[in-house]
Structure formats: C-alpha cells, structure tokens
C-alpha cells in the first residue's frame, strides 16, 4: 500500500460489520436498512433486467431517462433546473462521485476545507487526489454539534481549492441552517472557492426547515459539485445509484475521472432508479416520518440507557456521549459492546483528524425495524 493510502486501512463500516457477524450482535454500525425499499422500485429492476434494459454498458453520463429523472427531481423538490445532457452525471454511489469530483478538480497540494467529523472516504479520497485536508471541527452546542463560522473562515487561505460540505450532516445528524449555508455561499464567492455537497440524506430531514441544497443560495449554481445517492432515499444500498449536479464545466470535469474509474454503474438498476425518483411525494414523507419514529425509539432508549444523546436532525444516525456511563474511549467502548451488551456501534473518533475532539462520542444506526431497536434499547439498558 503506498504512502497516501497507508494511514486508512479498513474501513471502520467493514470492521464492525464483520465484528456484528462473528458475535451474533444487532448491527447499529454501518449505515443500512433491514428492510428493503419499495417492492414496485425492485421489481422495476427486474423488468430492467428482463427485458434487457442495461445489460450491456450504458452510456457512459448514465442513462437517459436517470438523468432526466434526476433533473425533475431537482426541480420538483427544490426549484433547481439542469439540463439532464450536460449538467448531471450518473455515479457508482455516492462514494464515487465523491472520489471523481475530487480526482478531477483537485491539484496536488490543494487545501480542502470538510467538516469534522467527516465521512471516512473523504479523508482517503482527498489523499488519493493528492489534496490536503483541512479539518473545520463542529462541536457540541445545546444538544447538536455546530459549525463555528469563524473558524471556516480562518481555515481559508490562498492554497484552499474547495470546501467539502455533507448536510445532512453524517455522523453527527446535523443539518445546517439557511444562515449557515448562506454564511458559507458568502464565503465560498468572497473566496472563489468550489464545492462539492455531500447530500445524500436530503430526505432524511426531520426539521420543519426541510433539506436546503447549497446550489439554490446566490453564486453557488456555478460554483457547486452536488451530490446524491439512491442508497439512503430508497433503501437499496447494494445497487449502487448515486448522482452528481453541476454547470457543464464541472459534470464534465468529474465525468473525465469517472470515466476511468468504473466508466459507468450498472445498467438496470439505473431505470429502476429513474422510476423511484419519480415517486409521488407521499412515498418521501412516509419514509421520513417512519424514519423519525425509528429515531425516536433509538434516541429514547440511549437516553434511559443512560448516554447523553444528541437527537439528530437528519441522516439515520445518532451520536452519543459516553462520558455518562463513566467511560471516555469511544475506540474501547465499542470494542466492548458486543461483549457487553451484544450491540455493534461506530467509535466517532475514527471520523476525526483530532482524535481526541472525537474520543467520548459513539454512533448509532437506527435505520432498523422497531422490533431490533426495542430488542437494542433493553440490551443497552444492560450497561447502567
Ligand atoms: N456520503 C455519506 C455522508 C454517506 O453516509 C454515505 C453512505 N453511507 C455515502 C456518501 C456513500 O453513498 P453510496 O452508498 O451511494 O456510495
Ligand atoms: N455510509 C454508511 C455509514 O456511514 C456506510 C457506507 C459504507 O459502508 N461505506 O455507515
């Protein structure tokens, strides 16, 4: 493994899973649901698959009824328009549109500012590009970690090439706010700077405010990579959906490193996805509000369990604080866990440049069905 990559490792998400599997534990690690998404989105993929739709390699931008289904649900929830031939990029995930916006817009030695914690692939995919991070800590403040606008503006200097942003925010359930996001549009024109939004859990906003897209703030549009998934929208983590908007310019950018990385992400599943997109609205409020009473039922349980708990206000996550419980090593805690209580967890430190800043905190999946998150809540009450 060469110098760039040598500090990554494993993946803490295949660690866990792994370590949930050997114990016989409940799985609160790695981010996935234990029921599958719409039966009607997954018999589309077989139709897609039936018929012969994608079996042999689409074009390489994605197909396009995806990408005219992505484009109407930019404007159908958000007002945004794109133009589905030039202006939006069919991706492996997420996770690569991620590791192509990076590759293709960043030079070597470029500064990239992301909030910490971060999602584990940034950290690996700014390396691989050969960026640096620059790691903007949010920190605990009345009950949700938040961004301190000071220290993002201090973090900028003439090296910064563009800013790496998630909302909602993963692991720390945070969403940020129309004057965090329009202090960051400030800054970001203020400095030229690109960025690339992470928002893979735009329905998964339990606020009234709802998801805010940063391309929708003034001077963004031009200057913003964004990014979704049909992982966590549609609860089909396995097939590997993801999206990527921006100006011309940009898609193209990302879409000349895309090109070497997979070419392009499986065929039938992408009309699937076309079809799930366009869902009516009713299919994106039950899944958010089922999801919210999953939060609730987790939330609680850590609660009486005993944890500080930080109730999230997006992503299916929750963060804790083990100090309560008289622990302080979130690595050891759930290295224990399983033993302990027969529950897998995320040790939040893992997401930190500053070790340290992350040690006490620990998170929870609660995209599980109500049964496994009560059976989880009684176990936890094990460790008072
Ligand atoms: N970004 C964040 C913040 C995530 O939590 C995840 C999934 N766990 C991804 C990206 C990756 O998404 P995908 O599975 O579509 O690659
Ligand atoms: N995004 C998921 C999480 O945060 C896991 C994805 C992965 O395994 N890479 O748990």
Redesign the pocket.
Known sequence: LNRRLAEFGT?I?AEMSALALRTGSINLG??FPDTDGPEEIREAAVRALRDGRGNQYPPGPGVPELRTAVAAHQRRHYGLSYDPDTEVLVTAGATEAIAAALLALLEPGDEVIALEPY?DSYAACIAMAGGTRVPVTLRPHEGAFRLDLDELRAAVTDRTRLLLLNTPH?PTGTVLTRAELTAIAELAVERDLLVVTDEVYEHLVFDPAGHIPLATFPGMRERTVTISSSGKTFSYTGWKVGWVTAAPALVTAVRSAKQYLTYVSAGPFQYAVAEALALPDGYFTAFREDMRAKRDLLADGLAEAGFDVFRPSGTYFVTTDIRPLGESDGFAFCRALPERAGIVAIPNAVFYDHREEGAPFVRF?FCKRPEVLREAAGRLKALR
Do not use: I, P, S, V
């Open positions: 993946t998400f790695q981010g999602y993963n999946a």
